[in-house]
C-alpha cells in the first residue's frame, strides 16, 4: 500500500506512480488518439465519411454508463473495506488472545505460553501468504508444537496455525494451567481468528460476476470509439484529445475497481497485510513480557 500525504495537490496531480492509471492505460490511449484523428482526416479533409454530428446519444449513454461506474466502484470499494475491517479485529482478537495466555496461565506453564505467543505472531504472516497463494519460511518463528517444514506441508496453512494452538491449550486444561472458564473464553478468540480466514477467503475467492466485468468493458469500449462518429463535425482534430481524456476517466475508474476488489495482494492499493502481520507479532512479544 502507498503512503501518502492527501493533502499535497500538488504532488499527486503531477507526479506518476509506477502503479497509476495513466502508464498502465497508455498503449490503449494511443490507440484512441490515433483512431480517432484518423477518422477526423477521413471526414474532415478526404471527405470519405459523413456523419450528422450529434452528442445526444452519447450524452444518454455517457449516464448510463456513469450509474454502472459508480456501482462497480462501491461493489469494489466494499469488498476492500471489509478485508481491512477483518484485518483490524484479527489485531484485536490477537491481542486479546495474548493478554489472557499472559494473565490467566501461571508462570509454570512458560513453555506452554511461549508456544502459543509464537503462534499466534505466526498466524498473520501464514495468512496473508495464503491470500496470496504461497508461503514464506522466513516469516516463520520456530515453536515446537508444529515445524515449519510439516507447516509447508499442510494445504490451508492457517488452519494448521490454528490446530495447533488448539492443541496447545487443551493440553494446558489437561495440566491444570488453564481452568474449564478459561478455556471457553481462549476458544472464543481462536473462533474469530478462524472466521477472519474464512470471510477474507470469501472475499479472494468471490470475484464480480464474470458477465457483469466483461459487459463494462465492452460498454466503454464501445462508447468510446464511436464517439468521435457525433463529435467530428463539431470539434474535428480537437475530438481526438476529448476522447482520449473521456476514455481515460471511464478505464481508470474499472482499472481501480479490479485492484481493490481483491485486497490482499501486493498492489500499490491493496492493504497493507505485511506492515498490520508485523503489528500484531510485536504487539504479542510486548504482551509476552508483561508480569
Known amino acids: 500500500m502507498v503512503a501518502y500525504n492527501p493533502k499535497d495537490w500538488l504532488k499527486l496531480i503531477f507526479i506518476f506512480h509506477k502503479s497509476d492509471t495513466f502508464r498502465m492505460l497508455l498503449p490503449a490511449l494511443l490507440l484512441a488518439a490515433l483512431y480517432s484523428i484518423l477518422l477526423t482526416y477521413l471526414s474532415v479533409e478526404l471527405h470519405y465519411l459523413e456523419f450528422k454530428s450529434t ?31 477483518l484485518w483490524g479485529e484479527l489485531v484485536n482478537s490477537s491481542r486479546n488472545f495474548a493478554l489472557k495466555i499472559n494473565t490467566m496461565m501461571p508462570n509454570e506453564a512458560k513453555d506452554t505460553k511461549d508456544n502459543l505467543y509464537i503462534l499466534i505472531g505466526n498466524f498473520p504472516f501464514v495468512l496473508k501468504e495464503h491470500l496470496r497463494g504461497g508461503f514464506k519460511s522466513k516469516d516463520i518463528e520456530s515453536n515446537t508444537t ?6 509447508n506441508l499442510a494445504k490451508h496453512k492457517p488452519n494448521a496455525i490454528i490446530w495447533a494452538i488448539e492443541k496447545e491449550i487443551v493440553q494446558a486444561r489437561q495440566q491444570q494451567y488453564l481452568s474449564a472458564e478459561a478455556l471457553l473464553m481462549l476458544n472464543d478468540e481462536l473462533k474469530t481468528m478462524a472466521n477472519v480466514c474464512g470471510a477474507c477467503e470469501r472475499i479472494k475467492n468471490t470475484p464480480i460476476p464474470y458477465s457483469y466485468s466483461m459487459f463494462l468493458k465492452k460498454f466503454i469500449f464501445a ?28 478505464a481508470s475508474i474499472e482499472l481501480i475497481a479490479e485492484e481493490i ?13 505485511d506492515a498490520i502481520a508485523l503489528t500484531i507479532r510485536t504487539n504479542v512479544k510486548e504482551i509476552a513480557t508483561f508480569n
Open 261 to 273: 476488489e481483491d485486497p490482499f495482494g501486493t498492489d500499490a492499493n491493496d492493504l497493507p497485510t
Open 146 to 151: 508444529i515445524s515449519v517444514e510439516d507447516l
Open 223 to 250: 462508447y468510446v470509439f464511436t464517439m468521435p462518429l457525433g463529435f467530428v463535425f463539431d470539434f474535428k482534430y480537437w475530438t481526438a484529445p476529448i476522447v482520449v481524456f473521456i476514455f481515460y476517466a471511464f
Open 55 to 85: 452528442t445526444v446519444i452519447h450524452s444518454l449513454l455517457g449516464f448510463v454508463i456513469s450509474l454502472l461506474l459508480v456501482f462497480r466502484t462501491n461493489t469494489a470499494y466494499d469488498r476492500w473495506w471489509e478485508g481491512r475491517k
